[in-house]
């Protein structure tokens, strides 16, 4: 598999300075623009900030087989041996499920959401597949937080994702709030790729994941990004839904309420972006990781369930 021109160094031992971004933030082009479910509202502001906000997207009683469903798959201990699942770093518990559009017949259909999977074509400019799928789950009193990052510096470096044409979306399956560690993301970040220092180690990830420590950015960086676009945490109910750039720069704090806070993630990315060799040099990841495997377009499901 040949390895196009690396326009987004990252990864080495001398420091590079962050710089725009060469790719578009909505690929959708001319009057392909409007062919969806978002206004020109939403689109200049996914432009602008690098993520959209939706409180209450889908109903909390269409969230809950799907919370139950993880609360089994902690019971599940072949899962809970598995590669695909991270137990957090303190305690133990499960952290994150990778592959969950593979594993439950329930999460894949919900990746073919029509309301969700026409926003995301029309955001990336055509037809799309899952380039990862995760649940997070932070318990009470315990779960870990994670550092600021890019999801495509990491992707790009260790998957080999060629250029800025993925997005993820996240969809709430606890209640996200101000105590219990949401995800807080820098506006405006994605409109810069900053690279970071350091080489990439062999098998990183099996570290990376329990604690983000490569693919930081500096703290120059970051003050410089948090003093231009702020800080923001999106919260809400179960069935809320995030949708944010693959580059926008984005953190979480330590769960320190007594509530558990879940979330369900599904990383779109276009037909046309699909992965080369990694970057970094190294092996690929594993394709729960990044998938090479599956990358037809996803079909919408076709049976459109109550909000």
Known sequence: MMTSEDLFPTRHDERHERFSRVDPVIHARNQERWNGPLDEVSLSRYERDGFLWFEGFFSRERMKPFFDELKEMARDTDLMNSDQVIKDPDSGDLRSVFDMHRISE??????????????VRQLLG????????RINDKFGFQGS????????ETWHSEDGMPRMRAVSASIMLTDNNEFNGPL????????????CEGSTPKDNWKD???AQRLGVPSQENLIDLVNQGGIQAPKGPPGSL?????????????NLS???????????????????QP???NQPRPDFLGNREDTEALAMHDHLEPL
């Open 258 to 276: 007594p509530w558990p806070r879940a979330n369900l993630f599904f990383v779109y990315n276009s037909v046309d972006n699909t992965l080369e």
């Open 106 to 119: 329930r999460f894949d259909k919900l990746t073919r959401d029509p309301r969700i999977l026409g926003m």
């Open 126 to 133: 055509g037809d799309v597949y899952i380039h990862q799928s």
């Open 208 to 210: 990376s994941l329990k």
């Open 279 to 281: 970057y970094c040099g």
């Open 184 to 195: 807080m993301l820098i506006p405006g970040s994605h409109h810069y790729f900053v690279p």
């Open 145 to 152: 937080g994670f550092n600021w990052h890019s999801d495509f």
């Open 242 to 254: 995030l949708l944010f750039e693959c580059n926008t720069l984005h953190a979480s704090n330590k």
